[in-house]
Every structure is written in structure tokens, then in C-alpha cells.
């Protein structure tokens, strides 16, 4: 399955992988993007998105971190 990446604005890779550790779904973190943004992946499709998105976001708001866009798929 590809992966989807989307951006999550934070100071540190460490705050979002913190953030994320343990959520369902196959959420990985890959790195920084640029200065303020570091990049992720989900291998989520169709209702498994639907169920665990929130979820997903949920923990990065607890956290005090965001989503602010999406990538698009990694090539490969």
C-alpha cells in the first residue's frame, strides 16, 4: 500500500513522535520538512482513514501541534 504524507507543524521531530507513538493506523514520522513543519506518512485508505484520522489529530491538538497540509503520495 502507498504511503500518504502530511505536515505537522512542530518545533522538534521528537514532540510529534511523542504525539503519535501508539496511535492506530500506521503513522510514521520521516522527518523534518523545512524549518517549521516535519513531514509524516499513513498507509490509512478508505474507512480505516475515516476511523483513525481524527484520532490521528486529536493527539497532535493534545500535544498542542497541528496538520497543516498534505504532500501527496511518496513515490515508490
Do not use: Q
Not at 505537522?8 to 520538512?33: D, F, H, Q, T
Not at 485508505?45 to 500535544?63: C, D, E, Q, T, Y
Amino acid at each position: 500500500m502507498k504511503k500518504a504524507r502530511f505536515l505537522v507543524r512542530a518545533e522538534s521531530v521528537n514532540a510529534v513522535k511523542r504525539a503519535l507513538r501508539n496511535v492506530p493506523g500506521g503513522v510514521e514520522v520521516i522527518g523534518r520538512y523545512d524549518r517549521d513543519t516535519i513531514e509524516c506518512a499513513h498507509t490509512m485508505a478508505g474507512p480505516s482513514f475515516i476511523r483513525n484520522w481524527p484520532i490521528v489529530r486529536g493527539r497532535l491538538a493534545r500535544a498542542g501541534l497541528g496538520v497543516v497540509g498534505e504532500v501527496g503520495p511518496i513515490a515508490g
